[in-house]
């Protein structure tokens, strides 16, 4: 029975179970997102989003599903969808790449969601935070989503944690849908803190309206194989977008992000910097294009990728691309892959630093770049920390997870 098989078999035989579990908006597109899957299997290195990543081996060992409802911690912007204070059918499943196939099984699978609903004109003080936790007692899978909606006028910082606790083998499928009305603002981090034995996939999708401003911020400290995708459409003239990303590998860990950016209308301005330090045999990639439409006139796109490889195995794979049909606009991209500078370590040494000590000062200057444009000043300095702590080793479980303690 190949990979894609025992999901679809699974499916059918527990799709009345899965609908009885979950409610109507998201029964509705639920047998729909199954025929897609059925179609199109899990994508192998041929298709292009997917080249750096092999999908059938992530989803080939035997997972069991899990069915354990969403906890969520009293809030009054977090909801489980089941009780969404708004009408969520304008919205789930409206964005996320319906031909995608990791996103059409995590539909089809899916049972519970999480709404995070902004009201218009509300500005939230404190980050909005939601901590998605790993644990059971044997290999399993887990199917996550998220609704976020931002009102007009909206302004907040939503922060999404994946921690895991135990030492059993855990396959996660993510999507993340994100709908900001016009003159929204967001900042959206992702943080993950797993283990070697995790494998994760997390599919986000960003609509923007007129003059909003959104950075998405995608951070994996600690990992087993972790694959990031990020869209984002530009649907209203004057907004902007900010995607950073950060990524520390080492051992066997696999790091995969791979982004979109398409600019559909005029006056639209994006930015995107991501950074990796690969070390031991550890495999990092980024993929990344800046799609700008015919009638996206007057648009602005930077593009940035630079990767440390920290030793002579690991492996940096990097594709910034530039997709444009309009003639009146300010794109570029750029990538670099290099080595730790021996110049600079030999000048640390030469002044009494150990060679070890200097190596983790210079891949944490490498990162600052990233951290410093976060604008929440707790999770900076927290991550500044934790950063650290990953370089020198310290960091090899989730620190900050109860379950750990």
Known sequence: MTSEQQYIEFYREASDLIKNKSCGVMNAVRDEAFETFQQLGFPSKKVERYRYTDVDA???????????????????????????????????????????????????????????????????????????????????????????????????????????????????????????HDNARLDLYEIEETTPLCSRFSNVYIHEGRDCSVKHNSITLFNGQTRNLCDVYLRGENSEVTLNGCAIGSGSQRIDNNTLIRHEVPHCTSSELYKYVVDDKSVGAFAGKILVEKDAQKTESQETNANLCASSEARMFTQPMLEIYADDV???????????????????????????????????????????????????????????????????????????K
């Open 58 to 180: 992530a989803f080939a060992p035997n997972y069991g599903i899990s069915f354990a409802p969403l906890t969520v911690k009293p809030s009054l912007y977090i909801f489980n969808i089941k009780d969404a204070p708004i009408d969520v059918a304008p919205y789930y499943h409206k964005v996320a790449d319906r031909l995608d196939a990791i996103t059409a099984l995590n539909t089809a699978l899916v049972h519970d969601a999480l709404l995070v609903y902004v009201p218009k004109n509300t500005k939230v003080a404190d980050p909005i935070v939601v901590d998605n936790w790993l644990r059971g007692t044997a290999a399993t899978m887990m199917n996550r989503r998220i609704l976020i909606v931002m009102e007009q006028g909206a302004d907040a910082t939503i922060i999404i944690n994946d921690h895991a606790a135990d030492k059993q083998r855990f396959l996660t499928t993510q999507v993340i849908e994100v709908f900001c």
């Open 330 to 404: 300010k794109c570029a991209h750029g990538s670099t892959v290099g080595v730790m500078d021996e110049v600079a370590l030999f000048y640390m040494r030469q002044r009494g630093i150990p060679e070890a000590e200097a190596r983790t000062l210079l891949k944490n200057a490498f990162m600052g770049q990233v951290i410093d444009q976060i604008k929440n000043e707790p999770l900076r300095q927290r991550l500044y920390v934790k950063v650290e702590k990953r370089f020198r080793g310290e960091l090899d479980k989730c620190d900050d997870c109860r379950l750990c």
